[in-house]
């Protein structure tokens, strides 16, 4: 099976749109007044996670075709043994949770983070601060949450607690998603064009029982299965609807543009493969941790996941600590055999200034280690067989993530050849040692999309080209177990390892 996947696409900078993370007080939430004492709020807490530096070890072993343990993936309950805290130390938080008459006390299936529901009054006491309602209004209705403008006191949780959300951690009202309605000039992209240039009309499906690909909802992105069905049948393939959606979806009151063009392009790419949806409850917001947990906790979960959702490095509602977190959850995912597949953005470059730009601001998550980023392409209006960088694919090289071993060769040869070329920005606005991306690319504009019964042929952007590449990686593992094969798992040392896989794409430039 041939397909013209894109390795080592390092021709841009980056950054992207979407939404939040934990902050304390944002100007969008509306205070009104004490939370009623027996109310209950649901809290997670980020315990010590153990053996990280082993892990990230076993990772590099497990995902490079040359070592012995290629594909060797941790089972859940190796992985669990390796990173929870001390049993012990859980449990006094437990008891102390109970003693605080929390319910609904319950621990992740890893054992890394605890659960709980407590009495507003009882979390005052604990976390020494007062807790008001405060409410938010959106595009979809209003929605009220009890939190406090006060930074918690960390100081009075056992020492195995990092950090605590659902305390004071506010998300902005409606956060911008990728998929945007513009059109570029160029062709139509439909499911044929993207088969014809990827060569995957000779890929077939081995065996359909499989659990097979997935993408991530967040902020009431929600689909029509009838839709994905019109799709289908325009273009000639057979019914298939979504195999289970975790989370809620309900697109009458929802934001149609992602999830629909997620769910037809994943399903169009690779047709007869399951897929899944894992929609993560909007009182929840763009919360990575919250998706990341439930994917590794729900069984026979698909191994190919697509994000087309992120946020700006630094100039978002993303902290330190929650970037690092975060990534720690895409390790993990890794290690069990998932590929996690993001889209790097669609704002070229990015900054960090208001009137002039100070920095480049790639996108998080594209930006973490941990995840395969997928940049943009565009069809040359006069050549449909031939790709061109998009302007505005995210693109770009980290700030809070060091630049990964097994994209160092790739990414040096590109900063030396771009530089001596005199193509790169003044390095006062990017961080050369930093992770790169995107680590490949594919089509990301003038997408049709089937959307409440209704054509739109202007869909654009990098969430595009993240489920068509994921549904490339699905075909290719179905390949796999056809042979009696694990998972690809985590790619990124096996593509920028394989140079023949597709080709670079080395005209055009983003901005």
């Known amino acids: 099976m041939a397909s013209s996947i894109y390795a080592c696409v390092l021709f841009v900078f980056t950054v992207l749109s979407c939404s939040s993370s934990f902050v304390n007080a944002a100007p969008s939430w509306e205070k009104l007044g004490r939370s009623a004492p027996t109310d209950h709020i649901r809290l997670r807490f980020h315990l010590k996670q153990q053996n990280l530096k082993l892990l990230e070890e076993k990772l590099v072993a497990i995902s490079d075709p040359r070592n012995k343990d290629f594909s060797q993936h941790l089972t859940n309950d190796e992985l669990s043994q390796l990173i929870a805290p001390d049993a012990k130390e859980v449990q006094r938080l437990t008891d102390l949770l109970h003693a605080k008459d929390a319910t609904a006390v319950a621990s992740s299936s890893h054992g890394d983070y605890l659960f709980a529901s407590l009495p507003v009054a009882a979390a005052e006491s604990l976390f020494t601060v007062e807790i008001f309602d405060f409410q938010v209004k959106s595009s979809t209705g209003t929605r009220i949450c009890s939190r406090s403008e006060e930074i918690y006191k960390i100081s009075n949780m056992p020492s195995l607690v990092e950090a605590v959300t659902g305390i004071a951690d506010f998300r902005p009202a409606g956060a911008r998603r990728m998929a945007k309605t513009f059109k570029p000039s160029g062709p139509v992209t439909t499911p044929k064009v993207i088969r014809d240039l990827y060569k995957l009309d000779n890929a077939t499906v081995n065996d359909p029982s499989i659990p097979g690909q997935a993408v991530a909802e967040f902020e009431e992105a929600y689909f029509f299965e009838s839709d994905i069905n019109m799709a289908q049948k325009r273009y000639g393939f057979p019914q298939k609807n979504i195999t289970r959606v975790i989370g809620p979806n309900h697109p009458l009151d929802g934001y149609l543009a992602e999830a629909s063009l997620d769910t037809q392009y994943i399903m169009n790419t690779a047709p007869g493969i399951n897929t899944w949806v894992f929609s993560v409850d909007t009182t929840l917001g763009f919360d990575l941790i919250a998706w990341a947990l439930n994917v590794s906790s729900t069984p026979d979960a698909p191994k190919v996941h697509s ?32 590929s996690v597949i993001v889209s790097s953005g669609d704002s070229g470059t990015g900054n960090t200034g208001i009137f002039k730009c100070k920095k480049f601001d790639p996108n998080f998550p594209a930006t973490s280690p941990y995840v395969t980023a997928v940049g943009g392409t565009y069809l040359d209006a006069s050549d449909v067989n031939t790709e061109l960088g998009w302007a505005s694919s995210g693109g770009g090289f980290s700030s809070k993530f060091s630049m990964p071993q097994y994209q160092a060769e790739a990414a040096q040869a590109y900063l030396q050849k771009a530089g001596a070329a005199g193509n790169l920005p003044d390095e006062q606005y990017f961080n050369s040692s930093g992770r790169a991306i995107p680590d490949v690319a594919a089509l990301a504009v003038n997408y049709e999309v089937a959307m409440q019964g209704f054509w739109d042929d202007g869909v654009s952007g990098t969430s595009a080209a993240a489920p068509v590449f994921a549904g490339i990686v699905a075909l290719l593992n179905d390949a796999r177990f056809a042979q009696g094969k694990k998972a690809l798992g985590f790619l990124n040392s096996w593509l920028y390892q394989t140079a023949s896989i597709g080709s670079d794409i080395l005209s055009g430039e983003n901005k």
């Open 307 to 338: 994000i087309s959702w992120g946020s700006p490095e630094v100039s978002s509602w993303f902290t330190d600590d929650t970037l690092i977190r975060t990534n720690v959850e895409f390790m993990k995912l890794s290690l069990l055999g998932f």
